[in-house]
């Protein structure tokens, strides 16, 4: 059985991350997506809406599941018996990060990180660009699934009120 991880944030996930984990599963027998938790950042959306987000974005793909981790990814991995964590690199600006954390895991464990390129389609797309643009009131419905583009017009909506 080899099973890999497609680790992030997504907050939220976007249509960028669910080409990246499609194409993970078909590369592996399972797919864990695996949200971090970590309490390092502000997230527009709580951990348990980004992990009901994920099983609703990958509710089609068989051999993924979803879960959420604190602490340390190498940890996780071991934990669940995850011998790769699969990677989108966007372009060259994403590789250098990249390369440095995957380096940095294959020093903790004998886990390899894969990168899988991003579709063309895509290589723009981040979360933080699409909260950026939802909330200056740009149209962000072709990124995102239909019920997490609701999810951020909602969410924004409620900011702008406790701002008001
Ligand atoms: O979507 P992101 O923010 O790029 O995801 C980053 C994530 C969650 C994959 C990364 O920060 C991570 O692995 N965090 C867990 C803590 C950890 O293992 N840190 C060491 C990385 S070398």
């Known amino acids: 059985m080899r099973r890999a991880v497609c680790p992030g944030s997504f907050d939220p996930v976007t249509n960028g991350h669910i080409d990246i984990v499609q194409r993970a599963s078909t590369l592996f027998d399972e797919v864990v997506v695996a949200v971090g938790v970590n309490k390092s950042k502000n997230r527009l959306f709580s951990a348990e809406e980004r992990i009901d987000m994920l099983r609703e974005a990958c509710s089609g793909f068989?051999?993924?599941?979803?879960?959420?981790?604190?602490?340390?990814?190498?940890?996780?991995?071991?934990?669940?018996?995850?011998?790769?964590?699969?990677?989108?690199?966007?372009?060259?600006?994403?590789?250098?990060?990249?390369?440095?954390?995957?380096?940095?895991?294959?020093?903790?464990?004998?886990?390899?990180?894969?990168?899988?390129?991003?579709?063309?389609e895509y290589s723009f797309l981040a979360s933080s660009l699409v909260k950026e643009v939802a909330t200056f009131g740009g149209d962000v419905s072709a990124l995102v699934p239909d019920f997490v583009h609701r999810a951020l017009t909602q969410r924004l909506a409620e900011r702008m009120a406790e701002q008001a």
Do not use: W
């Open 62 to 120: 068989p051999n993924v599941s979803v879960d959420g981790f604190t602490g340390l990814l190498t940890d996780f991995c071991a934990q669940h018996g995850i011998l790769a964590i699969v990677k989108g690199l966007r372009a060259v600006s994403d590789f250098d990060y990249e390369l440095q954390m995957a380096q940095m895991n294959a020093s903790l464990t004998d886990v390899e990180t894969v990168f899988v390129p991003t579709s063309p």
